[in-house]
């Protein structure tokens, strides 16, 4: 038998198994990099918003102690994202923390956007409205303010928050209330305690939760004076009865420093304050409207016209006044001054005697200024 040269012979080609090597690893990684453009592609898709232009706003409820991939499973069960699978497995590698409550959500939301607003504190049940108070309005101007804002039944409202139970209840919390506001004589128990502002309420507060905002705001607004109210010899409830009819007495702030002075001289002397807007409220009538003969005799915790019913201040406050007017009657202007009118303008003159009192009318009648 004839053998071969040692050069014929060649138990192992590495040249061409390298060769081989090469094209399997080239094949693989091209599967590699097609499988990754795919998954790519799905994940993408999957991110996407179901529906771009579909921005009907679905309420979507988050409940407490929900993980990612509980979210993911109701998010598709509400038919607000693609591919729950792909979503959770995105969501392994992103971290939310997702926050209990009710979210308004859309098709048009991608998922980052819709992880992005359910790991917020922008559910309803903290999204607030704006419940704006003017100054100088009744309680039950106020609640009907409160209702249309709210949603809540006006009368309920006014039904719990005259409530024995709880009014109580505001007595035992806040510094400034106290069993004054229990008097029978009372209309509304917290006329002249809402105090004027604009607020920004949950949407879905409760009326405790309403009220203890208002009556937060009003505590913070005394705090600052609480020292010298407590040092003089005034409570609240009386500084803020005093207040409400400076507020309808009164425009601007030095004339109302100079109609509170007038107020407690008055009171000193043991006049009656003589005053119409408490009238109006006694009457249960909004000012500008007739007052008869009855109401300027009716006998009511209010009426400060009728001397034998009311001598000094009124049973409660007529109003909710603005701050202005409660820091007046804390720090009243020292004067002589024991009568004051307004004329149609708003513009008030001051007298020292009912004589002179009596001119000043005159003039204005004769001057077409009387305020009819």
Not at 35 to 58: K, Q, R, Y
Not at 243 to 248: D, F, N, P, R, Y
Request: negative net charge; aromatic residues 10%.
């Amino acid at each position: 038998m004839k053998m071969k040269n040692k050069q014929d012979f060649k138990l192992f080609d590495a040249d061409k198994l390298s060769k081989n090597i090469q094209k399997i690893t080239f094949v693989l990684l091209i599967i590699i990099v097609a499988i990754g453009i795919v998954f790519c592609g799905i994940m993408s898709t999957s991110l996407m918003p179901v529906d771009p232009d579909n921005t009907s706003e679905i309420e979507f409820v988050v409940e407490d102690g929900w993980g990612s991939s509980t979210a993911a499973e109701k998010l598709a069960d509400a038919n607000l994202i693609r591919n729950k699978n792909m979503v959770k497995l995105y969501l392994k590698f992103v971290d939310y923390d997702i926050k209990k409550g009710t979210y308004t959500l859309s098709q048009s939301m991608s998922v980052d956007e819709i992880f992005a607003k359910i790991s917020s504190n922008d559910s309803l049940e903290n999204q607030g409205v704006t419940l704006t108070l003017v100054e100088g309005k009744r309680y039950i101007e106020y609640m009907e303010t409160i209702s249309q804002v709210s949603g809540l039944n006006y009368d309920e409202i006014l039904s719990y928050t005259t409530s024995s139970e709880y009014l109580n209840t505001l007595i035992e919390k806040y510094w400034f209330i106290t069993d004054e506001i229990l008097n029978d004589k009372i209309y509304y128990p917290l006329e002249g305690y809402i105090y004027p502002d604009t607020y920004s309420i949950p949407k879905n507060a409760t009326i405790d939760e309403i009220m203890d905002i208002i009556l937060s705001e009003l505590g913070a607004k005394l705090e600052p004076y609480k020292t010298d109210i407590e040092n003089g010899t005034h409570s609240v409830h009386s500084l803020l009865t005093l207040a409400s009819v400076i507020e309808l007495e009164a425009v601007t702030e030095e004339d109302r420093k100079e109609v509170s002075g007038v107020f407690y001289n008055r009171i000193n002397l043991g006049m009656t304050l003589g005053s119409d807007v408490t009238t109006y409220y006694g009457s249960r009538k909004s000012i500008g409207e007739s007052l008869t003969i009855s109401d300027l005799t009716s006998c009511n915790g209010y009426n400060t016209r009728e001397a034998s019913c009311v001598s000094g201040l009124p049973v409660g406050p007529i109003c909710s006044p603005s701050l202005t007017s409660i820091k007046a009657s804390i720090y009243p202007n020292e004067t002589e001054y024991i009568y004051f009118v307004a004329d149609k303008n708003n513009k008030l003159y001051f007298a020292k005697t009912y004589a002179e009192h009596t001119k000043i009318v005159q003039e204005l009648k004769d001057a077409n200024l009387w305020l009819e």
